[in-house]
């Protein structure tokens, strides 16, 4: 459903031309000439955000202001106000924000801008709105283990785990490093059947070639040099639970046999041994390669790779999953706060915005970082733009639009505003196209504007190719 907004102002031009340019990005609008028939407007239908004027006749900007955040409080509902004041003054803009203001702009204003602030607070109410979703039903109905995010991809791996994890199927999670891909493995162990049985985990990637067959499956002693006693080996410890074979693509080959014929068999003979053991082992592997590439160029066994991927749950990288970027920044800001004996309750929306858009190429495990640091710098109650490293912010053109690039002295001819500006916009058209890898709803929510908006301007410059 469409954001409801309700404007408000005794100029009829004014309603007029706001309705418009918020029509255009697909609000629907209420206006209201003054502060008591906008009360009456919220009554019958009750708007998201409220933008009101100041200076009415009648009840002013101000009254309604705190008219109706004591009514959104009284019915605990969420409404954003964002007052309209003349240009210069300052001090009611300031007393606009203590009384409970979400911002404010000076006529006349940029429409830009004020865009943005409608947009910032519909956002912000989706995160509270998400937030308490998350608190009530979400947690018993989808949480696994310690895993956060409800995107839809997740949802999707939620699925498959409520699938699997009964059962004794082999499952491969892939998912870039950081991804989440060992929360996931032991989510399927932790709530499954053999949540009592143990949870055993080997890096293939760190253990020397020569010593994985005999980590896997154990030796007796004098099998090798250095075997001084015989060693069970993590398979026959993981006995009746699951075994996790990380980053499986750096398994040898020769080990790869031995495991295969354990997986089909369900027995295997230690190094060295005469006698077999029989094992009644899950398998989860996990790899930061696409596997299938590794079966391709011949380092991976396409035998092996099909017992495997029995069941195979990809973990896309955070990047492709923004949604979920809010909920682990409330989630690891809980978890620091409390572990730094700190009391950081709330992002702000700006740094927010930066979390949200930057890239991650260290996912997960690099927000928890970001939050982490974050967490231990933060002076105040909130986590701000302040408190995140600088690389958030490279990117951000809400930051860079200030900076001075306009020369100290014109030419005498004067220059060209509107072609310095047009300039200025395609270059940020494909600059945006280029880090969004050419998806324009991701370029446009890089520029902070609609889909259908971005592509107008495309079109004005003869870049739309469809
Ligand atoms: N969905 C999630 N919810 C909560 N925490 C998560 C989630 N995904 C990852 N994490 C956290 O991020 C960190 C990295 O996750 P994990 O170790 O599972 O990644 P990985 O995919 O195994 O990475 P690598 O390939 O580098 O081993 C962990 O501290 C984990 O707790
Ligand atoms: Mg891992």
Redesign the pocket.
């Known amino acids: 459903m469409a954001d409801r907004i309700l404007v408000v102002d005794d100029e009829l031009s004014m309603r007029e031309f706001l309705s418009i340019l918020l029509r255009r990005e697909g609000y629907l609008v209420d206006v209201a000439a003054s502060g008591e028939q906008a009360l009456v407007a919220a009554q019958r239908e009750w708007p998201a955000v409220v933008i009101t004027d100041l200076n009415m006749p009648g009840m002013s900007g101000m009254e309604l202001l705190r008219e109706i955040k004591a009514r959104a409080a009284q019915e605990a509902r969420d409404v954003d106000v964002i007052m309209v004041t003349a240009f210069g003054s300052t001090e009611s803009a300031v007393e606009a924000m203590r009384a409970g203001a979400a911002d404010y702009v000076m006529k006349p204003f940029n429409n830009a801008e004020l865009l943005l602030l409608v947009r910032r607070a519909l956002e912000r109410q989706g995160l509270e709105l998400e937030n308490t979703r998350l608190k009530t039903e979400v947690r018993g109905q989808f949480h696994f283990g310690?895993?956060?995010?409800s995107s839809k991809a997740?949802a999707e791996v939620y699925d498959l785990i409520r699938r699997v994890k009964d059962t004794r199927i082999n499952c491969l999670i892939e998912?870039e490093?950081?991804?989440?891909?060992?929360?996931?493995a032991r989510a399927i162990h932790y709530s499954g059947v053999r949540r009592d049985q143990p949870f055993v985990a080997i890096n293939c990637g760190a253990i020397p070639e020569n010593l994985v067959e005999s980590e896997l499956f154990g030796h007796v002693k004098g099998a090798f040099t250095g075997a001084l006693r015989d060693k069970q080996g993590l398979m026959k410890a993981a006995h009746g639970g699951t075994l996790f074979l990380?980053e499986v693509v750096s398994l040898p080959l020769p080990a790869q046999v031995t495991l295969l014929r354990a997986l089909q068999e369900r027995r295997f003979t230690p190094v060295g041994a005469v006698r077999e053991v029989e094992v009644d082992v899950r398998l989860v592997a996990?790899s930061?390669v696409h596997l299938e590439d590794a079966v391709a160029d011949g380092s991976f066994r396409e035998d092996l790779y099909y017992r495997l991927n029995v069941v195979r749950l990809v973990?896309p990288p955070l990047r492709e999953r923004a949604d979920?970027i809010p909920e682990?920044v409330r989630?690891f800001l809980r978890r620091f706060s409390e572990e730094y004996g700190k009391e950081l309750t709330s992002v702000s929306p700006q740094a927010m915005d930066l979390l949200r858009r930057y890239h991650y190429p260290g996912n997960?495990?690099e927000l928890?970082n970001l939050v982490e640091r974050a967490v231990a710098l933060a002076a105040g109650p909130q986590l701000g733009v302040e408190d995140l490293p600088a690389r958030l912010q490279g990117g951000s053109p809400t930051l860079r639009v200030a900076d001075p690039a306009v020369p100290a002295d014109f030419p005498p001819e004067g220059v060209n505003l509107d072609a310095i500006l047009a300039a200025e916009e395609k270059r940020w058209l494909l600059k945006a196209l280029d880090a969004a890898d050419g998806s324009k709803t991701n370029a446009a929510r890089l520029l902070q504007m609609t889909f259908r908006s971005f592509r107008y301007r495309l079109a004005k410059y003869g870049m739309d190719d469809g």
């Open positions: 310690n895993l956060v995010g997740m998912g490093s950081g991804s989440g891909k060992e929360v996931v990380d996990a930061n973990l979920d682990l989630h997960v495990r928890q």
